[in-house]
Structures are given as structure tokens and as C-alpha cells.
């Protein structure tokens, strides 16, 4: 199901804080990742946007609400409403997170872990083949940071991941800031843990910088992509056949926009001298867009929509 799907290169997560300085460093901004709950069920000024930004960047869609793992029905509406925002923005794959958000008749409003189980497997693979029916694109599934072990485990996290994959025959998004921040609050080696991964499924990469609240290392995207993250993708990289491209996130503490060009540009030449497809042809990283960016609206400016 890649057939076709290109290799996107180095991007960011579009925030809205710092949207003016994303579309102003567009030529060094390969593709946008939007995330697809800012835009789902909002006024028609958010889709504008929206769509607005597919004609300026290669775009994929992000989820956080799918809740894979919740023993129920998927939720319809939220369905149909994602499928929208994908076919607007002509999404090269969407993703969501291996975990539950809410259980029947309440929401978490936090990415929960699951039960490493058989039946937890069955129950993700189930909604994960069901979403990736419906959005017609690459579904990607991506392992989380948590900080409690659900009880009843048969099975570690890289088995429970990979037996999620293999079950619901989708694709990895691989968050090795995620993986860093297990393996120090869970107390396991990062490197045997990718080893143990399906990582010929990973056609995403997630990069970003963690923070420490007491003893716990937290996935707070707040910080830069520290020297470990990177050399974590320097490990990986040899291996992801399947690999589309590799997405700076950045949700606090926003720094100047040349910091975070700074840090896509460290990622492309891992990529380059580390990544077969690249190390072996040559090859050069697709160009950015162009494009001046036009908003559709009527008189309406780019500082409306950012």
C-alpha cells in the first residue's frame, strides 16, 4: 500500500505559535504534520487553513483521539470527520497512538497505555484495519511514552507493538524520543528494544526533546532533540526500508525558527549518510514547494490563517 506514497524528507509539526515562522522557512521545511483534532468539527477558517497549507507543503495527518485500544466501537462521527480533514488535505498517510484516550461514556484526555495482552492485541488490530479501510491511505501506528505498566501482561512492550503491526498488517510511526523516555523510566536498554521491532514497517519517525518532572523523564516536546535521540536514528536508520520521513515536534518553549531548521538539517544529513536508499544512490532530498502561499479565502492574508 506504499506503492506511490513518496519519501517526503525532514518536517515539523505545524503549530499554530509559530506558524508565520514555519511558512517563512518553507524552503527548508520538506512536509507539515497536522494534527487532526485542531481541525475537526472547527469553524471553517481551520479547515481553510488547513487546505490553505496542503498547496504549500506535502502534508500527513495526525490523530490522538481513535483510541485503538478501547474495547468498543470505533466512534463513527470522529471517523467520518478525520477522513474529511485527510481527503482536504490530499494527506500522504495518517497516523495515531497504540493506547486509549477514553473509555465508553468518558474521555482519559490523556494517551493511556494498554495491557501488553492477546485480547488487547485483537482489540487494536481490529480498529486499526477498520480505520485504515476507511481513510483509503497508509494507517501508522505510534508506540508512546508511559509511566505505569498496565497489569495482566503476558507479553513486553516491543512484542505487544510488534504483534499489534503484524496482526492489523499496518505501518509503524516510530517515536524514538518516546523510546528514549521508556527505556529510562522503565529501565531498558533503547537500542535491544528497536532491535525487537518490526522496523521494516516504520515509515515515520518522530524526533523531539523531553524534560524531567521529578524522576521521570516526560514526553513534553519542550526542549531540543538531545544527542541521544539522534544517535538512536543514526542506529535505526539502516534498516527502515519502508521509511517515508523523519518529523521534528515541538509543542513548548518555542525557540527562533532558524533553531529548528538547525535541527531538520542535522536529521537530513543522518539520513544521507545513514539511511540505505540515500547512502547507496545519492540520491538528493525532495525540494520544498515553491509556491507562494494564497490563501483561498477572499481577501484574506496568510496572518489570518496562522
Known amino acids: 500500500m506504499l506503492q506511490g506514497v513518496p519519501f517526503l524528507g525532514a518536517g515539523l509539526g505545524f503549530r499554530r505559535e509559530i506558524g508565520k515562522e514555519i511558512l517563512s522557512a518553507s ?17 471553517g477558517i481551520r479547515e481553510q487553513e488547513a487546505a490553505d497549507l496542503a498547496t504549500r507543503f506535502p502534508v500527513v495527518l495526525h490523530g490522538v483521539d ?13 471517523l467520518r470527520s478525520f477522513c474529511r480533514i485527510a481527503d482536504l488535505t490530499k494527506a500522504h498517510w495518517v497516523s495515531d497512538h497504540l493506547c486509549l484516550t477514553r473509555i465508553p461514556g468518558n ?35 505510534e508506540n508512546i511514552s508511559y509511566y505505569f505498566t498496565m497489569p ?20 509503524l510511526l516510530l517515536d524514538l524520543a ?19 521491532l518490526p522496523l521494516d514497517r516504520v515509515v515515520q519517525i518522530h524526533l ?31 534498516r527502515m526500508p519502508s521509511l517515508r520521513g523523519v518529523l521534528l515536534e515541538r509543542d513548548q518553549n518555542f525557540p527562533p525558527i532558524e533553531e529548528l531548521v538547525a535541527e531538520l538539517e542535522v536529521t537530513r ?5 545513514h539511511w540505505a536508499p540515500y547512502y547507496y544512490a545519492g540520491a538528493e532530498f525532495p525540494p520544498a514547494p515553491d509556491k507562494e502561499f494564497t490563501p483561498r479565502a477572499k481577501n484574506a492574508a496568510a496572518s489570518d490563517y496562522v
Not at 182 to 195: E, I, W
Not at 209 to 224: A, K, M, R, V
Request: charged share 20%.
Open 208 to 238: 523531539a526533546g523531553s524534560s524531567y518532572s521529578g524522576p521521570l523523564l516526560i514526553d513534553s516536546h519542550s526542549h531540543p532533540v538531545p544527542d541521544q535521540v539522534f544517535e538512536l536514528l543514526k542506529y535505526v536508520a539502516p
Open 27 to 43: 524552503q527548508q521545511v520538506n512536509f507539515l504534520e497536522l494534527i487532526a483534532d485542531q481541525y475537526i468539527d472547527r469553524p
Open 152 to 171: 495482566a501482561a503476558v507479553m513486553t512492550e516491543a512484542e505487544f507493538i510488534t504483534a499489534v503491526v503484524r496482526e492489523a498488517n499496518c505501518w
Open 269 to 273: 544529513q543522518i539520513l544521507k549518510t
Open 107 to 141: 474521555s482519559l484526555g490523556q494517551l493511556t497505555p494498554l495491557s501488553f495482552t492477546d485480547e488487547t492485541v485483537r482489540i487494536a488490530a481490529k480498529h486499526i484495519s477498520e480505520i485504515a479501510n476507511a481513510v483509503g491511505r497508509p494507517f501508522l501506528i
Open 66 to 78: 481513535f483510541s485503538v485500544g478501547t474495547d468498543c466501537p470505533l466512534d463513527e462521527t470522529y
Open 178 to 196: 518516546n523510546v528514549m523516555n521508556n527505556a529510562a523510566n522503565q529501565g531498558y536498554d533503547a537500542r535491544l528494544f528497536l532491535d525487537q
